[in-house]
C-alpha cells in the first residue's frame, strides 16, 4: 500500500535507520545517517559568530534587535520650514510632466505642500499654494486666465508668481493687492520635465 509523504518522512524522523522507497514501503537502510548537527549561535558573545573571514554566519541576523531607531526629525523632515525642507528647496527639484498639464489646474503634493499646478492662457507655467490666501478655497477648483489663475468663490486673480491682480469685492483703494501675495514656486521647463 502507498504510504502518503508525510507519513513515511515521519516515520523516518522517529526512527533512524528507517527509510522508504519511492512507492512508500519500507526498506532497509544502508547506513545509519548522523544528524547534521544544527548550527547554534552564540548569543552570550555574538563576536563568536564572526568567522575567521570576518563574515557573519548565516542565520546570525535573526537574534539582532529590530527596534527601529528614534526618528531625527532634522534629517528626515522636509515640509516647508524644516531644516531638510529650506535645504532642498534650494534646487531644482522635477514635480511634474508638462503633458499632465490640460486645461485644468492639477493638484500636487510635494514635499509636504499641497500646491496646484497650471499652464495659464499666455502659455506661462504657474505652481501655487493650493489654499486661496483669501479664504482658503482650493485654487484646484479655479479657472484659468489669460494671465494666471482665477479663484473660483470669490473671483481673485493671481499671477503665476503669486501676485494678487484683482479682487473684486475689494473696496477700489484696498491695500490688499499690495500687502497680500499667494505662495508660488518658479517652475522652468525642460525635455517634458517641470522643475520647481
Ligand atoms: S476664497 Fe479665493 S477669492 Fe475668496
Same mark, same amino acid.
Given at each position: ?6 507519513? /513515511? ?33 552564540? /548569543? ?53 510632466? *508638462? ?27 504657474g505652481l ?38 484683482? *479682487? ?8 490688499i493687492k ?19
Amino acid at each position: 500500500m502507498r504510504t502518503c509523504k508525510i507519513r /513515511t518522512t515521519l516515520d523516518e524522523c522517529l526512527n533512524p535507520g528507517v527509510r522508504h522507497n519511492f512507492h512508500g514501503e519500507q526498506v532497509k537502510a544502508s547506513s545509519t545517517r548522523t544528524p547534521q548537527k544544527k548550527t547554534l549561535l552564540n /548569543t552570550k558573545n555574538p563576536a563568536k559568530n564572526i568567522t575567521s573571514a570576518g563574515r557573519t554566519n548565516s542565520y546570525s541576523g535573526c537574534h539582532r534587535s529590530t527596534e527601529v531607531a528614534t526618528e531625527d526629525k532634522e534629517l528626515t523632515h522636509v515640509g516647508a520650514g524644516t531644516p531638510c525642507g529650506e535645504y532642498l528647496r534650494r534646487f531644482w527639484l522635477p514635480v511634474a510632466l *508638462t503633458s499632465q498639464l490640460t486645461d485644468l489646474p492639477l493638484a500636487l503634493r510635494v514635499m509636504g505642500e499641497d500646491l496646484v499646478m497650471f499652464h495659464d492662457l499666455s502659455g506661462r507655467i504657474g505652481l501655487l499654494h493650493k489654499a486661496c490666501s483669501h479664504r482658503r478655497t482650493s485654487l484646484e477648483y479655479d479657472v484659468i486666465s489669460e494671465r494666471g489663475i482665477r479663484c473660483c468663490y470669490h473671483g481673485w486673480l493671481f499671477d503665476v508668481d503669486g501676485k494678487i491682480l484683482e *479682487t473684486p469685492g475689494e473696496p477700489e483703494n484696498s491695500p490688499i493687492k499690495g500687502n497680500l501675495c499667494q505662495g508660488a514656486y518658479p517652475v522652468r521647463e525642460y525635455k517634458g520635465l517641470d522643475f520647481a
